[in-house]
């Protein structure tokens, strides 16, 4: 059974820091592009982060980069994501996801987790 199953979200305050974490089971980890995506009240899903298979290539949206660190484990089958300096505009559910193909093409995502929330309170 193929599972993505992510912990580590919570309340923080502004400025604060979390970390999520995503644990793989059920597919062949190494070969898949991870993504962490994030979905706010009203607003679509968008690809927030994203790790290629051998860590090689990261891609990160505008908003988040400086702040927000993707790293992967692929002896441990885990993908995490780093996030400082909340914001409360982080505030959002954010999902694990992989990608048999593309490390940025949301559409290429076809494996997610359940989600887990994030809140940054001001």
């Known amino acids: 059974q193929v599972q993505l199953v992510e912990s580590g979200g919570g309340l923080v305050q502004a400025g604060g820091s979390l970390r999520l974490s995503c644990a793989a089971s059920g597919l062949a980890f190494s070969q898949y592009a991870m993504g962490w995506f994030r979905q706010a009240p009203g607003k679509e899903r968008d690809l927030v982060a994203a790790?290629?298979?051998?860590?090689?290539?990261?891609y990160y949206t505008d908003s988040v980069k400086g702040r927000f660190t993707i790293s992967r484990d692929n002896a441990k089958n885990t993908v995490n994501l780093q996030m400082n300096s909340l914001k409360p505009e982080d505030t959002a559910v954010y999902y694990c996801?992989?990608?048999?193909?593309?490390?940025?093409?949301?559409?290429?995502?076809?494996?997610w987790g359940q989600g887990t929330q994030v809140t940054v309170s001001s």
């Open positions: 790790i290629s298979r051998l860590s090689v290539n990261t």
């Open positions: 996801a992989a990608s048999l193909l593309s490390l940025r093409t949301t559409t290429d995502y076809d494996v």
